[in-house]
């Protein structure tokens, strides 16, 4: 929900890090505390993992990062794209000037337009005037929150969740999350509760219930982030119809839309859904219902920065518009994206090639998992990961663990950051978006970590 753009720093430690406040004499702002506070999961993420990169040939003792959920699968395919094909030639004019203004230039939201009615089967045909695009959908989200929350407002998102949402929400806007739990009283937990209809629905009322915060909107990430699975149309029409009866907004964040692969024939995963495909008539206002997306994920380019927000909102485009002028992405990087969109069958050819590879290395990790007797939810069918239990029994320190895991070369992604539920301990997610020789080399450092002596060895669920 991105790359480097959201706090999944936050992968390799607990959001609570103390962090030096400023006092009087630093003459900063109150706001500076949450900042300085927010900030230290990128601080330590970058002393521990980011700071030390694995690189086959310049870097072969690096980290390899297990826990950030970036793309390396097509980057090599689209790096000589990009080379062959913008060939990075400067026009004065547009690249060297504040070119059309802070909503995108025209070519690319157009080409995004395009690119929406072709591969997310709006029924109703999305028009480059909807349309405002920013340096990542971390900025959006940010924007997102501003534009529909007031200070102390609150937007639910169900549990887990993807790390990065407390902080884009929180930080500069100053609204809330309130997490949605789908564990309560004689209930029997099951991830799978996570996209039934019915379960949506009332973990959605209970915390609207209980709240004591008003509460603006509803965000989910559709392929769902940790758990890589995709929501049916019917689950999604139950999360609208929560958000329409009661007019708050519903944010559906589809950075990985097209990073959905095939599974072993027994699974029960249903196939990705839009909002955008949805028949809300009567169920939701449509100016309620926004989309986001972006370049990282199913592009492997999360280094480009570029995210987009789709909304028949008029008036919601118009403030996200004023708020983009701090989130202003190089028209270099625009027509980067704009010239590979606009050539659709490469742009096919990439998704596609990217769904085959994914496919690859989700086998690779569930076998690996399979073999080792680690728990894993086993009904993904998109993203770049796994939602994995590696602990059950003598769980250790979740920092301690992680420090053993980048002491051996590799790093995972800290359940805890995701907001598992109460109980739910030993959670960890692991990336697998990585060319093979590079996943299976992350796997047997891992191996090497969960058989170290000081984790007491052979430290697995089993």
């Not at 290395?361 to 998992?369: E, F, N, P």
Request: hydrophobic fraction near 35%; include cysteine; proline fraction near 5%.
């Amino acid at each position: 929900m991105r790359i480097l753009s959201h706090l999944l720093a936050l992968s390799t430690c607990c959001w609570y890090v103390a962090a030096v406040e400023p006092t009087q004499s630093d003459h900063l702002s109150n706001r500076s505390t949450v900042a300085i506070k927010d900030i230290q999961g990128w601080k330590i993420l970058n002393d521990t993992v980011l700071s030390k990169p694995y690189d086959p040939d310049r870097y072969p003792q690096g980290i390899i990062n297990l826990g950030l959920a970036e793309n390396w699968l097509i980057q090599t395919n689209l790096s000589n794209f990009l080379k062959e094909n913008v060939r990075f030639t400067i026009d004065p004019l547009f690249h060297l000037t504040y070119g059309q203004g802070p909503a995108a230039s025209p070519r690319l939201r157009k080409a995004l337009a395009d690119f929406f009615n072709a591969n997310f089967s709006p029924r109703q045909k999305v028009s480059e005037y909807e349309i405002i695009v920013a340096s990542g959908v971390t900025s959006l989200i940010d924007s997102i929150a501003w534009t529909t929350c007031n200070v102390n407002e609150g937007i639910i998102i169900p549990q887990p969740l993807y790390n990065g949402f407390p902080t884009d929400i929180h930080l500069r806007s100053q609204a809330k999350l309130i997490p949605a739990s789908f564990l309560w009283d004689n209930q029997t937990y099951s991830l799978d509760k996570v996209f039934d209809p019915t379960a949506n629905r009332e973990s959605l009322e209970r915390a609207w219930n209980t709240s004591t915060t008003k509460i603006r909107g509803v965000v989910i990430a559709n392929p769902h982030n940790p758990l890589g699975r995709c929501y049916s149309k019917e689950a999604l029409i139950e999360i609208a119809r929560f958000c329409g009866q009661n007019n708050i907004h519903f944010i559906s964040d589809e950075i990985y839309a097209n990073s959905v692969f095939e599974v072993p024939k027994n699974s029960t995963a249903p196939p990705f859904t839009s909002v955008l495909s949805l028949d809300l008539d009567g169920i939701i206002d449509p100016n309620l219902v926004h989309v986001l997306y972006g370049m990282s994920k199913d592009f492997g380019a999360s280094g480009l920065r570029l995210g987009v927000l789709h909304s028949r909102n008029e008036q919601l485009i118009q403030a996200a518009y004023g708020v983009n002028l701090f989130s202003w992405p190089s028209y270099l990087a625009q027509d980067m994206w704009a010239r590979l969109l606009e050539d659709t069958g490469k742009t096919q050819y990439f998704l596609n090639l990217n769904r085959e590879r994914l496919a690859k290395s989700y086998k690779i990790v569930t076998s690996w998992l399979d073999l080792q007797g680690i728990e894993y939810y086993t009904d993904g069918n998109a993203g770049l990961f796994v939602w994995s239990r590696i602990f059950r029994s003598n769980i250790p320190d979740p920092n301690t663990f992680l420090k053993n895991c980048q002491k051996h070369g590799v790093n995972v992604g800290n359940g805890q950051n995701f907001l598992a539920e109460s109980g739910q301990t030993g959670w960890y997610r692991i990336t697998f978006s990585y060319p093979p020789s590079m996943l299976k080399l992350g796997l047997d450092r891992l191996n090497e970590t969960l058989h170290d002596p000081s984790l007491g060895g052979n430290a697995t669920s089993k």
